[in-house]
């Protein structure tokens, strides 16, 4: 059973939005961070965005500061990532992740220790 399932890829054109949503299929701590990574065909994943669960502290990549944004649903537990003014640059498979908090919201502060995966799901942005 995958531990992260990612939904709302997709294709659009640049400058374009998109909505992507993690929800754990089972239990994960109050006190995690969850991320979104992506990974480009023949480059390095790389961190995009992470979200404290237990507060609202936030963290983003230089590429995607001022255009995506990191969110929580925790009615629902599930994570969203919204993306706006996209570029073919964010084109990419995008994962969530998530890791446990142990320091609380410093924890969250690098896109390292992430334990648990989602599969992917597929953002294409064309020019």
């Known amino acids: 059973q995958v531990p992260l399932v990612e939904s709302g890829g997709g294709s659009v054109q640049a400058g374009g939005s998109l909505r992507l949503s993690c929800a754990p299929s089972g239990n994960i701590s109050r006190r995690s961070c969850m991320a979104w990574f992506r990974q480009a065909p023949g480059k390095e994943r790389e961190g995009v965005a992470s979200?404290?669960?237990?507060?609202?502290?936030?963290r983003y990549a230089d590429s995607v500061l001022g255009r995506f944004a990191i969110s929580q649903d925790n009615a629902k537990n599930t994570v969203h990532l919204q993306m706006n003014s996209l570029k073919p640059e964010d084109s990419g498979m995008y994962y969530c992740a998530a890791r446990p908090a142990l320091a609380g919201s410093a924890s969250c502060r690098a896109f390292d220790g992430y334990v648990l995966w989602g599969q992917g799901t597929q953002v294409t942005v064309s020019s």
């Open positions: 979200i404290y669960t237990s507060g609202d502290s936030t």
